[in-house]
């Protein structure tokens, strides 16, 4: 039988390049997948609705809301986001890893229904380098980026609560070292269970 995927979680503040990151990890590993989100944000220049994420009004999102169809969902700077719950659980059975590309409030409602889950917090080399490259994307507005920098001064009281933190510095050792991670978890003796109890039996009709 196929074991299943591992559910993970992987967080950092706005312009930290989660996105690049995941993207380089999505390319170089077939086993992992990304959930796409669903947000009330309007789409920023290049945003294809269903790719980037499922654009939907504040009805329509509420809908998903009340119809049970997301795992968790949390209000961002003015905006509602969550992740749809029937791709989770389908690509998980499928045995792929589920990235969650979220923020704080989510992970930490994803790490109580799901305690398995790993929680991954990508940080900036440092605080200024952030806020360089938060201006340098332009796609947002100074008053923005405002609040998405005071948003990031109150995520960082809760980087504690993650099983894990990474520094982005390079792309591609980034995405490997969260690769590696994965690879760790995998090989807890705990998820194991079934090839150590084959052994065991193996070992017993010698
Ligand atoms: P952005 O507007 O920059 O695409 O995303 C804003 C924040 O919302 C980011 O921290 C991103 O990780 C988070 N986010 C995206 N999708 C979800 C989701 O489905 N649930 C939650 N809780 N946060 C999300």
Do not use: W
């Not at 074991?3 to 990151?21: D, E, H």
């Not at 099983?163 to 590696?180: F, G, K, L, S, T």
């Amino acid at each position: 039988m196929q074991s299943k995927g591992i559910l993970m979680v992987v967080s950092g503040f706005a312009g930290v390049g989660k996105g690049t990151v995941i993207k380089e990890l999505l390319s170089t590993q077939s086993q992992y997948t990304l959930s796409v989100s669903a947000t009330t944000r309007a789409p920023r220049p290049g945003e294809v609705d269903g790719v980037n994420y499922f654009f939907r009004t504040r009805e329509e999102f509420e809908q998903m809301i009340h119809e049970n169809g997301l795992i968790e969902h949390a209000e961002y700077v003015g905006n509602y986001y969550g992740t749809p719950k029937a791709y989770v659980e389908e690509q998980l059975n499928l045995g792929k890893n589920v990235i969650l590309e979220i923020e704080i409030q989510g992970a930490m409602n994803i790490k109580k229904q799901f305690p398995e889950a790993v929680l991954i917090f990508i940080l900036p080399p440092d605080a200024k380098t952030l806020k360089e490259r938060l201006v340098g994307r332009g796609t947002e507005t100074m008053e923005v980026i405002e609040k998405r920098m005071n948003r990031a001064c109150q995520e960082a009281e809760g980087i504690e609560e993650y099983d894990y933190v990474v520094v982005n510095d390079e792309v591609p050792q980034c995405a490997m070292r969260i690769h590696e991670i994965i690879e760790a978890e995998k090989a807890k003796a705990k998820k194991n269970l079934s090839l150590i109890e084959s052994i065991r039996n193996g070992l017993k009709n010698l």
